[in-house]
């Protein structure tokens, strides 16, 4: 337990109005989107302003309690779980955009800015911030820093890494840590902004991000392609990349979600397809109808049977509509959906398509498959009911099959959900115990009492 | 009280629509509450956990979970978002009933929701009584609205800008009408609503002279009573099945075509809310209450679906009056209804219909959640508030006396100069005189 001291200093630090300590306030902050068992943290705080936060931080490491920060808790790895004896820090009322700068490309924000509004933000100066992951709505750009979050734009514009210029973040004693600049170049003192982004809270507490903008991208098309063998849509992929073309999204949907998605929007999709290529291109309008035709002459080449290209900006909106209600009409079908994302070097997605296929029958489990063909990381999606102990323990076991296929085949356990704690025991398989162990000590020498998050990315250090 | 085990069990009830909930946590982007207070509790996600902790037993006191599931608009627009398909305002509902039942409703929810509401000529007397002596207490606050503030400081009213009750109710310019279907070969039931019957009187007149002018027979009874949503969101199923009782005595089904009310949330209660509450029942009441729901529709929605208009857009004349329009929630997320309103305020040539910024965001009325959370309330209001002001209209319209309401209170204490009418009166002045 949390002594009165202590939640006596957590007031004085952020106001009293900003302690939860009640159980039903505290009680929705036990879990994250992740399936996994809830914990109950002792308090919940929120910081109204940076200097506050600092000071929240530098009061857990005083008195060794554990500190889980939290921006939308959309976290899929439960890297927002909580430590029962510890304190959720919410980061959603530092939720300025600092600055936006079209001269320079770059804009300074605070950790609880969300995603889609910053992204917007930018648009409205004529500036891109590419990266999009599914939860962009309600998302914060501090846990997409965190998490090193993707999205759908990853094949040609990177991920949330590729973005973030510098950061300033506190220390596990409360001190303010600064890296990077306002600069393209900059060589001053290790990278620390690269050791913090995907570190999930456990070796810093990030208040200041700068972030990379690019500008918008003059034109964008985009297209549908349907297949009636995963192979043909797999090969198409491999050849629009070797063709050293380079699209924005390239997503694929395999039959069952097709089927899922048809049935649930009845959007026109055609529901005997084996897969469905999603398509978009974009830049300058020359290079973008260039490579346009050339994807196009690439998918009927290698079999697509339909091809449906955007027009207007509404048929856009149609071809990403598909995409866009994959998961909602998967989720739909059964209480709990377990959304995977092993991912693997691209040339391999007809085997990794195939390998889970198998893994669906031979678990004897429903599993749907969509998600980002063009860098790899698919989306095997296992519906199912979490009150089912037998299922479920198919489940795990289907899991853990996944990963030892995709890292067969030289891929990796995540490609953007984290690994949090769902992922933690596997870490070895992948990498080494030297690794693990190397990153266990930069973890013991910043955080030398174990309070930053915890038992993530690493396990219990 | 029973015992927490008893609780437990009641809300294991609800698991199979609990379960659905995947922890996604996209309620967060459209959460009216969420928006002002960043608070997990406030946010469908949350409430969904708690509700799930209970039936875990995870709580040693109910109360906590109960006052949180009430701070909430029941707005829907966390369903209406929701990509599981979790049907939140249900589960609610059931929830708020079951808490209610469990920890008993308070003595002043309980005179005035059983001694009140749920006896519909007491409940006209207690209004007209007090339609006598609101000047009183109220002095004017905005011209152009119509708006009175209390004189003196009232616990009553609080800080609040009212839109007065009517001198003279509908009920009492016109108690009962029936006539026939003329060449539109339809007739309707009409339903008033209280607060349209109460406070905005001239939007029951303006609904029957569209429906006159179109040749649409009604049937309109005496004595009607509210809708229950007062009831029903109170978790108060005694008063709640009384008052759908009562209208189902009022409103025979079979002698009207369709049921229209121009009041969005009655629409939604009807039609959403009684199937829900009655689902379980088994009783010969729960297919008379499937019969009259489904006969129900909102009053524009009846115009253009159902009567088949084909409103042509109109040019706006030269001095036409800059419109805009607020989607009420119990209309566009409950039941879809959105374009309809539009079409039929582009077809007036007196008006120019400009949108604002997210007209579907909440008013942040919640019916008697304004009374309970009224800072909370306010706030998301003056959100609201500024989307209007924004667009530069002089009249603000909606499809819901309740959002008119918050309208009046927010635009009188933000001194704007904007008529808050709804869209059926807009279009009633431009069929003539």
């Keep these: 337990m949390i002594s009165a001291s202590f939640v006596n200093a957590l007031m004085e630090a952020v106001g009293k109005d900003n302690v939860f300590l009640d159980e039903a306030d505290r009680a929705v902050y036990a879990y994250d989107a992740a399936v996994l068992d809830a914990v109950v943290p002792a308090a919940v705080v929120r910081p109204l302003t940076a200097e506050s936060l600092g000071h929240v931080v530098r009061l857990c490491h005083e008195n060794a309690v554990p500190l889980t920060v939290r921006g939308a808790g959309t976290n899929l790895s439960g890297g927002t779980i909580p430590k029962a004896q510890g304190v959720v820090v919410l980061t959603n009322a530092l939720n300025r955009i600092l600055e936006i700068n079209a001269e320079d490309l770059y804009a300074v924000v605070e950790p609880g800015v969300i995603t889609a509004k910053f992204a917007a933000a930018a648009e409205a100066r004529g500036l891109f911030y590419p990266p999009d992951p599914g939860s962009q709505a309600v998302s914060t750009l501090g846990g997409n820093v965190a998490e090193n979050a993707g999205g759908l734009r990853g094949l040609k514009y990177g991920v949330t890494r590729d973005y973030v210029m510098g950061l300033e973040f506190f220390d596990v004693e409360g001190n303010v840590v600064k890296t990077g600049a306002r600069t393209v170049k900059c060589v001053t003192g290790y990278n620390l902004a690269s050791l913090l982004v995907g570190s999930e809270g456990t070796l810093g507490v990030i208040f200041k991000i700068l972030l990379k903008l690019i500008p918008q991208p003059q034109h964008r098309k985009s297209m549908m392609a349907v297949f009636d063998a995963v192979s043909g849509a797999s090969q198409t992929v491999a050849t629009i990349i070797a063709e050293k073309i380079v699209p924005a999204t390239l997503e694929f949907l395999d039959n069952f979600t097709i089927r899922a998605v048809e049935s649930f929007s009845r959007a026109g999709l055609p529901t005997d397809a084996a897969a469905l290529l999603l398509i978009e291109v974009d830049g300058h309008p020359a290079q973008v109808e260039e490579d346009a035709a050339k994807v196009e002459a690439i998918c009927r080449k290698l079999g697509a049977q339909r091809l449906r290209v955007a027009q207007t900006p509404q048929e856009r909106d149609k071809v990403w509509e598909a995409r866009r209600a994959a998961l909602s009409a998967l989720a739909k079908l059964k209480p709990t959906v377990v959304l995977e994302d092993a991912t693997v070097p691209r040339s391999r997605i007809p085997d990794m398509v195939q390998a889970i296929q198998d893994i669906a029958a031979k678990y004897n489990l429903t599993i749907g498959t969509f998600g980002h063909a063009g860098d790899g990381n698919l989306h095997p999606t296992i519906l199912t009911d979490r009150r089912n102990s037998e299922e479920w323990h198919r489940v795990e076991r289907a899991v853990e099959e996944i990963f030892d296929r995709a890292l067969a085949m030289g891929g990796t356990l995540s490609g953007e959900h984290g690994i949090g704690l769902a992922k933690a025991p596997f870490m070895e398989k992948e990498t080494t115990r030297a690794t693990l162990e190397y990153a266990r000590r930069i973890k013991r020498a910043l955080d030398p009492k174990n309070i930053l998050n915890p038992g993530k990315v690493i396990g219990e250090a | ?433």
């Design chain 2, 1 to 433: 009280m029973a015992g927490m085990k008893d609780l437990a069990r009641l809300v294991r009830e609800l698991e199979d629509q609990m379960v659905v909930c995947m922890r996604c946590g996209m309620c967060q982007a459209v959460c009216p509450l969420y928006a002002e207070t960043g608070r997990e509790a406030d946010v469908a996600r949350g409430k969904l956990a708690l509700l799930e902790g209970l039936s875990k037993e995870m709580f040693r006191d109910p109360k906590g979970v109960s006052e949180r599931l009430n701070r909430c608009l029941l707005c829907g627009s966390c369903a209406a978002n929701c990509p599981s398909g979790v049907k939140v305002l249900d589960i609610f509902l059931k929830a708020r009933a079951i808490l209610a039942g469990y920890m008993g409703l308070s003595p002043v929810k309980k005179l005035i929701l059983r001694g009140i509401l749920a006896n519909p000529a007491f409940f006209d007397k207690v209004t007209e009584w007090a339609a006598r002596f609101q000047d009183l207490f109220t002095e004017p606050a905005n011209e152009v609205l119509g708006t009175s503030c209390a004189r003196f400081t009232t616990p009553l009213l609080g800080d609040r800008h009212i839109k007065p009750l009517a001198l003279k109710p509908f009920h009492a310019e016109l108690p009962a009408l029936e006539t026939p279907p003329g060449t539109s070969g339809i007739k309707v039931g009409f339903f008033v609503g209280c607060l349209i019957d109460k406070i905005f009187p001239s939007v029951a007149r303006a609904t029957l002279k569209v429906l006159r002018s179109h040749e649409v027979g009604v049937y309109l009874p005496d004595n009607q009573a509210c809708c229950g949503i007062p009831a029903a969101s109170s978790g108060d199923m005694t008063a709640f099945k009384k008052l759908v009782r009562h209208n189902l005595d009022r409103f025979p089904v079979d002698r009207f075509d369709v049921l229209v009310t121009s009041c969005a949330t009655c629409t939604s209660t009807i039609r959403k809310v009684w199937p829900v509450l009655f689902s379980d029942d088994g009783s010969p009441m729960g297919e008379r209450v499937r019969r009259l729901s489904e006969k129900t529709m909102d009053i524009h929605e009846f115009l253009i679906r159902r009567l088949g208009l084909h409103p042509v857009e109109a040019v706006p004349s030269s001095d036409a009056v800059a419109v805009t329009y607020h989607d009420p929630c119990h209309l566009k997320k409950s039941l879809g209804v959105f374009e309809e309103p539009r079409r039929l305020l582009k077809s007036c040539s007196g008006i120019r219909l400009v949108e604002m910024a997210q007209s579907d965001w909440c008013c942040g009325l919640g019916g008697s959640f304004s009374l309970e959370h009224y800072d909370l309330s306010s706030r998301v209001g003056r959100r609201k508030r500024d989307m209007v002001a924004a667009t530069g209209a002089h009249i603000l319209t909606t499809g819901c006396p309740a959002c008119m309401i918050q309208f009046h209170d927010r635009l009188s204490q933000a001194g704007d100069a904007v008529q808050v009418r709804h869209a059926i009166e807009i279009y009633a002045e431009s069929l003539g005189p």
